[in-house]
């Protein structure tokens, strides 16, 4: 069975750091394109950092370079977003998704995502 498990969330201070944990199962994250996105109330989701399969190659929105860096465990078969300088606006439930193409037919996987809540 394919899941996504999300992790890590709560809440934290402006300028702290969470770790979040996205673990997959059923599927290998190395063999798809791991993202990591975010939707605040009231907003669209946004994409918040990339992780390709060959290279391992990241890409970030520019709201989040600099402070938040995505990784991968292939032995754990688990993706983290490291975030730090977290700021109010960083608040949203963070998605963890999985994405790949095979033969024309795009195969994507979903969690439940995890609440970021950044306040004083």
């Known amino acids: 069975q394919v899941q996504l498990v999300e992790s890590g969330g709560g809440l934290v201070q402006p300028g702290g750091s969470l770790r979040l944990s996205c673990a997959a199962s059923g599927f290998t994250v190395s063999n798809y394109t791991m993202t990591w996105y975010r939707q605040a109330p009231g907003k669209e989701r946004e994409l918040v950092a990339t992780?390709?399969?060959?290279?391992?190659?990241?890409n970030y929105a520019d709201s989040v370079k600099g402070r938040f860096t995505i990784s991968r465990d292939n032995a754990k078969n688990t993706v983290y977003l490291q975030m730090n300088s977290l700021k109010p606006e960083d608040t949203a439930v963070y998605y963890c998704s999985a994405k790949r193409a095979i033969l024309g037919r795009e195969y994507a996987y979903w969690g439940q995502g995890t609440q970021v809540t950044v306040s004083s």
């Open positions: 992780i390709t399969t060959t290279g391992g190659i990241t």
